[in-house]
């Protein structure tokens, strides 16, 4: 029963892992993060994200541009591009790393300390990566509250708004760190010793050599 249970927690952990790494990835380059919307033009809708920003025309359709330079972006925009690059890699590590330590894994079935490690591992590492993707949304997310309550602008001076991928990256963020708590719960769970079956058979035939001869017989 303990081992149904451990392995249903590492596969329910392994999923949300793994739909959370997807997630943050979509998350990373998704031109979504903030959002523009022009009240003297209503056909026109400015889009920003790490990499890019976009504006969306009725007529024209949607037309992007790479941002010039890393250096000249605001701070929240730079340190997130480098937090979510990281926490792809390292969800891409954990994944891996919890995946070969899995029980239904039969590769390395002998060693299970080693698979009992590399489950810790990984499950730390995805749990990081969770925490890597909800700084940087949290910060940005921030930072735009702020800005769209600043008095010290004209109220004519349009606001950037919550963008899309923020709540996903919030929700990447979680499944991650989930996932990474699960299989950090299912690597401690202590499994039941397998050779103690035997030994108690053992012992109730080392009983019963010495109700039936009257001395205790050795068990080979």
């Not at 035997?198 to 001869?213: F, K, M, P």
């Amino acid at each position: 029963m303990a081992f149904i249970f451990r392995t249903a927690m590492q596969s329910a952990g392994l999923s949300l892992s793994l739909l959370g790494w997807v997630l943050a990835i979509i998350t990373t380059y998704l031109p979504h993060w903030k959002n523009l919307n022009l009240d003297l033009n209503e056909m026109e809708n400015w889009t920003m994200g790490l990499w890019k920003a976009c504006v969306i025309q009725e007529e024209v359709g949607r037309q992007c541009k790479d941002f010039d330079s890393f250096l000249a972006l605001p701070a929240e925009l730079q340190i997130s591009r480098i937090l979510m690059s990281l926490s792809n890699g390292l969800g891409l590590l954990g994944l891996l790393g919890s995946g070969c330590g899995l029980d239904c894994w039969r590769l390395g079935e002998s060693q299970k300390g080693l698979k009992r490690r590399l489950l810790i591992l990984g499950g730390f590492l995805l749990w990081t990566s969770g925490v890597l993707v909800l700084v940087p949304v949290s910060w940005v997310a921030h930072v735009t509250v702020q800005e769209f309550w600043d008095e010290t602008l004209p109220e004519i001076v349009p606001r950037w708004e919550f963008g899309e991928a923020l709540f996903l990256g919030w929700f990447a963020g979680f499944c991650l760190v989930l996932g990474g708590c699960l299989l950090h719960c299912a690597a401690c769970w202590s499994p039941a010793a397998p050779a103690s079956g035997h030994y108690a058979v053992a012992g109730l035939q080392d009983h019963g050599s010495y109700l039936e001869n009257g001395t205790a017989q050795p068990h080979v």
